[in-house]
């Protein structure tokens, strides 16, 4: 079986360092820029307000409540029930 030796020296004479160092550097500079890309975004989305106005969306009058519906239809169905029960009692 092939044995792999691993050892520095074929890093250091390729160039491996400034390699590793230049991509740690476009790293950090990318993740710099999207920092303070999140950062400046209220004052970009304040600005763009200024010029553009958000438009107020209005809602239509609703109806009599679900919650309240469903409520009275659970009201009538146990009314029902009990109806039924008192009925057929034995």
Do not use: W
């Not at 030796?5 to 074929?10: L, P, R, Y």
């Amino acid at each position: 079986m092939h044995q792999v030796m691993f050892s520095f020296d074929n890093v250091i004479n390729n160039g491996g360092i400034s390699l590793a160092l230049s991509g740690m550097a476009i790293v950090f500079v990318a993740l710099a820029l999207v920092s303070c890309y999140i950062a400046l975004i209220p004052k970009i989305a304040g600005f763009c307000n200024k010029i553009v106005p958000p438009t107020v969306h209005r809602e239509a009058p609703k109806p009599a409540s679900r919650a309240v519906q469903d409520n009275q239809t659970e009201a009538e169905i146990v009314a029902a029930a009990v109806a039924y029960l008192q009925k057929n009692k034995s």
